[in-house]
Nanobody, 119 residues
Framework: QVQLVESGGGLVQDGGSLRLSCAAS????????MGWYRQAPGKQRELVAG???????NYADSVKGRFTISRDNAKNTVYLQMNNLSPGDTAVYYC?????????????WGQGTQVTVSS
């Protein structure tokens, strides 16, 4: 059974920082691309940052220079360091794992963690 468990969300003031963690089980973590998505009220879920199994990263333009995604394959955990947060970053943040095998894409989601940035 695949489980992705996020933690680290909460309430922070404008300009503050948070570090999200996502602990994975039930998958071969090192073989999966990992990502952080977010969904604000009334908006579609969007990709925030991704990291491949090889360690390459990509970011949404809105978070470049402020957020950093990293992974620790020994701990089966992916992180999202968020600095200089603004109210526009308020959303539920979801962890995602993805792997292509046998021509099919296997995609898994965590339950989400709320991030609220107050002005």
């Amino acid at each position: 059974q695949v489980q992705l468990v996020e933690s680290g969300g909460g309430l922070v003031q404008d300009g503050g920082s948070l570090r999200l963690s996502c602990a994975a089980s039930g998958i071969i973590f090192s073989s999966n691309g990992m990502g952080w998505y977010r969904q604000a009220p009334g908006k579609q879920r969007e990709l925030v940052a991704g990291i491949t199994s090889g360690g390459s990263t990509n970011y949404a333009d809105s978070v470049k220079g402020r957020f950093t995604i990293s992974r620790d394959n020994a701990k089966n955990t992916v992180y999202l360091q968020m600095n200089n947060l603004s109210p526009g970053d308020t959303a539920v943040y979801y962890c995602n794992a993805e792997r292509v095998r046998y021509g099919m894409t296997f995609r898994y989601w965590g339950q989400g963690t709320q991030v609220t940035v107050s002005s």
